[in-house]
């Protein structure tokens, strides 16, 4: 009798523990973060649309509401505040400005939002469908980068509902995307954020850096400093340096802002002053010639990695015909440069800065 009592009682809990074990794991399951997933994902953010625009020089937080579908199937709505950002596009080119959004870091724990206090948002800048086709190749060259070096930016897509939340107006969804922050580039590469204003080329990464630059070349982008920029606290123009320590050796550039490229060829963006160049879609090097023993190396891994660069665009259910042909011949005159002995030696070796 005690036997049989004893046998039951097992019987019983290990009953337990299977029928309970899968309600514990779903409340231990936390779901993808936000860029480890590269699906587009459909969004809607209400917020106080009109008013942002017309104050988009202010640098105002404003409420707003995040409405997503998560990776269970549910629709989740979060609130965040947002606020416009950047220069060009904020305060000269765009009927909308790009936004920061902001988030409550607590409220975040267990979402897919979770370990973010505030990220960049690539939105719609104006109703006109051209804008769209800009703002899609600009994610698809973060994309780009991403296949070339774990040091890049991830970016997230998705198809982003507009709803003013202070007046009764119809929506409308124009494609976007949200930029990973730099702290978790550094951080899953296992390295920091680095705070200082100029760094010497002899410090960066060779490797990193030949990647870098014949990448900028790839998308036809001269809006770019490796080595300084205009702010006096951190470095550079249109990239960020991560490192072991302010003070150590190597150093990573980590390339972002592209709509200025040859590549997104956006009817807005002209040459920067000083270079000599006919218009935007004109290819110039401007790597140094210190790296100049990495480039064999370098070249090898684009040339490897162009039927996955060129899959980017030719899946891309955004873009119109005309504008992925259009894409594709540009990133093809790109390749027959760095594979013709005559022009790459003329293109690229003779033109590198920092010659002794």
């Not at 989740?76 to 009927?95: E, N």
């Not at 920061?100 to 719609?124: E, I, P, Q």
């Not at 296992?190 to 410090?203: A, C, G, H, M, N």
């Not at 972002?256 to 000599?276: E, I, M, Q, R």
Request: aromatic fraction near 10%; proline fraction near 6%; charged fraction near 30%.
């Amino acid at each position: 009798m005690i036997v049989k009592t004893r046998c039951a009682i097992a019987t019983l809990l290990v009953s337990l523990l299977f029928t309970s074990s899968p309600a514990l794991a779903a409340r231990d399951t936390k779901p993808p973060k936000l860029f480890d997933d590269a699906g587009e994902m459909n969004v809607t953010l209400s917020a106080p649309l009109r008013t942002i625009r017309r104050n988009v020089k202010d640098d105002t937080l404003y409420p707003a509401q995040l409405t997503y579908t998560a990776a269970d199937g549910q629709r989740h709505t979060i609130d965040v505040q947002v606020a416009p950002r950047g220069i060009s596009r904020r305060l000269r080119v765009c009927k909308f400005p790009p936004l920061k959004v902001h988030f409550d870091k607590k409220a975040m724990k267990g979402t897919m939002f979770r370990g973010n206090k505030s990220l960049k948002l690539v939105t719609y800048c104006d109703t006109n469908s051209k804008y769209q086709q800009y703002y899609v190749k600009e994610f698809l060259i973060y994309r780009i980068y991403n296949l070339l070096s774990d040091y890049s930016f991830r970016a997230r897509p998705m198809m982003i509902e507009y709803s003013d939340s202070e007046r009764d107006s119809d929506s409308f969804s124009r494609f976007g995307f949200f930029i990973e922050d730099i702290d978790d580039v550094a951080k899953r590469n296992d390295l920091e954020k680095l705070t200082i204003p100029k760094v010497p080329y002899s410090q960066l990464d060779p490797v990193t850096s030949s990647r870098f630059s014949l990448f900028q070349l790839m998308i036809g982008n001269l809006d770019w400093a490796a080595t300084s920029g205009p702010d006096k606290d951190k470095c550079c123009h249109n990239s960020r340096l991560i490192g072991a320590g302010n003070d150590e050796i190597p150093k990573y550039g980590v390339p972002y802002d592209f709509d200025s490229t040859g590549l997104v060829n956006a009817h807005y963006a002209a040459p920067p002053d000083g270079l000599k160049m006919r218009n935007i879609k004109q290819r110039l090097y401007r790597g140094f010639c210190a790296f100049n023993d990495e480039l064999p190396a370098t070249v090898k891994l684009f040339n490897e990695k162009k039927p996955e660069i060129v899959a980017l665009f030719e899946s891309n259910k955004h873009l119109t015909d005309r504008t992925r042909r259009s894409a594709l011949k540009y990133i093809e005159d790109f390749y027959e440069t760095i594979n013709d002995p005559k022009q790459f030696k003329r293109d690229v070796i003779d033109k590198c800065r920092g010659k002794q």
